[in-house]
């Protein structure tokens, strides 16, 4: 909740995106376009998931370091996107996919 908010109250991660988007129609013309593209990835229990996986392949990922681009997500999705619509809807797609135990265990902390 505290990074993606909900429909009445967006946060962090959709204010950015949506930034991005108003940033990127303002400045894009017929010699400079940009390329958007958002990979969705869940960390639970040391374990690196892809959560936008079209094969839903549920194997962890490994993170490895390249020399000069820094740290990464080995065989992460990355999937092209042209507006934040398509960001929220592939979101919701891989909020699907999330491990459902750290959900339970808050939702029994709020019933107490």
Same mark, same amino acid.
């Given at each position: 909740?505290s990074m ?6 967006r ?7 949506c930034?991005?988007f108003q940033?990127v129609?303002k ?5 400079q376009?940009f390329?958007?593209?958002?990979s ?9 998931r892809?959560?936008l996986?079209?094969?839903?392949n ?5 993170v490895?370091e ?6 990464y ?9 042209t ?6 809807s592939?979101?919701s797609?891989?909020?699907?996919? &999330?491990t ?11 019933? &107490?």
């Open positions: 909740f993606m908010g909900n429909a009445d109250q946060v962090l991660i959709p204010r950015l995106c930034s991005l940033r129609s400045v894009e013309s017929d010699t376009t390329k958007v593209e958002v969705y990835m869940e960390i639970y229990n040391e374990k690196v892809d959560l996986d079209p094969k839903g549920r194997q962890p990922l490994k490895r390249h020399k000069v681009l820094g740290p997500v080995d065989g992460l999705s990355q999937l092209a996107v507006n934040f619509e398509d960001i929220e592939l979101m797609e891989g909020n699907k996919s &999330r459902v135990a750290a959900t339970n265990m808050k939702d029994r902390k709020r019933t &107490r």
